[in-house]
């Protein structure tokens, strides 16, 4: 097989395996079978039936949290409700049961346990009446799907497992490197006279102490040297060999090993940007980000009401240049909470945002109350236990193939 036909058909495996997936995501969560309808009562809710004897059970949510309500009849008339004992048994993913009991209450008998979401369990439902004890099973899924491990894993569906985190609260700014006030010096002739070597020339690296011109005096023809006042870079050359020092600056030296962002951070942030916040820069050009801490601002406003935050970057390796834009995540708070989850595996569900759990090949919804953000992190208030496993990357395909199925619940 030549080359470009070996190609083509790697590309055709590859596509033909793209267009695979979602069919063998469907078959690993089982064939989909349509199922009748249930019956529904008077109040909206499942009817279950033996013989004459009919259970309507339904969970009611108006101006009360989720709870159970049943109303019994027999050979189609109402039964007193303190005339039946009822139990029902909710088995959810990961075989946690909740046992529910129930009291009479006008013309039915009311559940005595909030039906916490999401609604996705198996009922088991029993009832005593005259002696005789009625029971019926059937499941009751809602955000619920079956997808196995090794298609989850070529689908690079990921997850982790949710508990405690420290958040780092930030703001981001924008500004531009430039040089410390003391980076530059002048040189110049202590006596002025003729330049009779210049001993370096523009863009060389000096130290401090180095030879740079010797001048021989006007006044005693005597000649000496004026030599680095510090390390640094020959920035500017104004004189050459032979010219006259006439009392101008000769060269200009700049230290380059220190520069300063200046960051500008807008009136709404300001009060809680403070000293020694940390701060992450980031440079065009460059892949690995610096890091320093706000040493401090300047005390005036431009124009367009910006405050200058500064912090030191280390430029001792020279690669980097006064003028460059750089991008600022300043460090304004850092907090660890007791639950926090990855942002990226947030989704919606109905009105609720959610995460999806993971239990053995199993994915549920659970409904999310969410907290403060910080980066990649979001806290979590309630709706989530601690040590669960959920998916933080490609989520997203969990939600379709849930859409997919339509499965909702009893109301």
Partial sequence: MNPYTYRLVLVCQLVLGALLLPSIAAAASGPEVQEAEPEKGPHAGRMLRDGDFAIELAIFETGVPPEFRVWVTNNGEPVAPAAVELRVQLTRLGNVVDDI???????????????????????????????????????NFEGR??????????????????????????????????????????????????????????????SKGQALVTIESNESLKTYQITAPMDGVISQQFASTGEQSAGRTLLEITRTGTLLAELAV?????????????????????????????????????????????????????????????TGDIEV????????????????????????????EEYEVRMLELGREAGPWVEVLGGLEPGTVYVTENSYIIKADIEKSGASHDH
């Fill in 101 to 139: 009991g129930f009291r009479a209450e006008d013309d039915y008998l009311r559940g005595d346990t909030v039906i916490y979401e999401p609604h996705s369990f198996v009922v088991t439902l029993t009832a005593a009446h005259q002696g005789k004890t009625h029971r019926w099973e059937y499941d």
């Fill in 145 to 206: 799907t079956l997808i196995a491990d090794p298609v989850a894993d070529a689908m690079s569906i990921s997850t982790e497992t949710a508990g405690v985190a420290t958040l780092h609260q930030i703001i981001r700014v924008y500004g531009t490197l430039v040089l410390p006030p003391d980076a530059k010096r002048q040189i110049q002739a202590r006596f002025d006279g003729e330049v009779k070597q210049m001993h370096v020339k523009l863009g060389d690296q000096v």
């Fill in 266 to 326: 807008y009136p709404m942030d300001r009060p809680k940007v403070k000293a020694k916040s940390p701060v992450t820069l980031t440079i065009n050009g460059f892949e690995e980000p610096l890091t320093s801490t706000i040493r401090g601002s300047k005390t005036g406003l431009r124009d367009d009401q910006a405050r200058l935050f500064l912090a030191e970057v280390d430029n001792t390796d020279g690669l980097l240049s006064e003028g460059l834009f750089i």
């Fill in 333 to 360: 708070d850092t907090f660890t909470v007791p639950l926090a989850v990855k942002r990226a595996g947030l989704q919606s569900f109905r009105d609720f945002t959610v995460v999806y759990a993971k239990v053995g």
